[in-house]
Antibody
Framework: EVQLQESGPGLVKPSQSLSLTCSVT????????WGWIRKFPGNKMEWMGY???????SYNPSLKSRISITRDTSKNQFFLQLNSVTTEDTATYYC???????????WGQGVMVTVSS | DVVLTQTPPTLSATIGQSVSISCRSS???????????LHWLLQRPGQSPQLLIY???RLESGVPNRFSGSGSGTDFTLKISGVEAEDLGVYYC?????????FGGGTKLELK
């Protein structure tokens, strides 16, 4: 069974970087696409970006140059780094597998990140 | 970016009632390869989202067949034929045809 689990700090100070890890079990990240999605207070969901089976990346232009997604295939993990955070980056962050025809079919449990001084 | 507009934002239903959720796209979601990448998710309270329907109308494994999806182009519908208590939560449509992938605003299903 495919399982994903996010980890990382729940509190980040404004202007600093947010760094999260997604650990995947039951499936290799060298197949399919692996993405980060966040849910803001309320219901709004935003796709942030993905890293593909080959290591290529795609990002939401709304995040401009602040985002980076990388991976460690030896540990079957992928990572999110979001720079220069503001209070508007306060959200629950999810990692998920994206399969071309099925969409986001496996999700982590999510990690709530608050940006506050 | 493609804007997905879900209606209604809130839906009150009784157990056993059939309900529908609409998802309208600002652009056609028909990909040049002939596929339509419009999917439906449910987020129950306190849980992460789960896939219900993919590629407009295909039922995800393990999802009850009271859920069904339909539509084409820019108009899509999720129908629940006989709401059960476990169906409560927030429903999202999401498109993967045009980058960046985008989500609808969500429809909260509540018990009346």
């Amino acid at each position: 069974e495919v399982q994903l689990q996010e980890s990382g700090p729940g509190l980040v100070k404004p202007s600093q970087s947010l760094s999260l890890t997604c650990s995947v079990t039951g499936y290799s990240i060298t197949s399919n696409y692996w993405g980060w999605i966040r849910k803001f207070p309320g219901n709004k969901m935003e796709w942030m970006g993905y890293i593909s089976y080959s290591g290529s990346t795609s990002y939401n232009p709304s995040l401009k140059s602040r985002i980076s997604i990388t991976r460690d295939t030896s540990k079957n993990q992928f990572f999110l780094q979001l720079n220069s955070v503001t209070t508007e980056d306060t959200a629950t962050y999810y990692c998920a597998r994206y399969e071309r025809h099925r969409g986001f079919d496996y999700w982590g449990q999510g990690v709530m990140v608050t940006v506050s001084s | 970016d493609v804007v997905l507009t879900q209606t209604p934002p809130t839906l009150s239903a009784t157990i056993g009632q059939s309900v529908s959720i609409s998802c309208r796209s600002s652009q056609s979601l028909l990909h040049s390869n002939g596929n339509t990448y419009l999917h439906w998710l449910l987020q129950r309270p306190g849980q992460s989202p789960q896939l219900l329907i993919y590629s407009v109308s295909r039922l995800e494994s393990g999802v009850p067949n009271r859920f069904s999806g339909s539509g084409s182009g820019t108009d899509f519908t999720l129908k629940i034929s006989g709401v059960e208590a476990e169906d409560l939560g927030v429903y999202y449509c999401v498109q993967g045809t045009h980058a960046p992938w985008t989500f609808g605003g969500g429809t909260k299903l509540e018990l009346k």
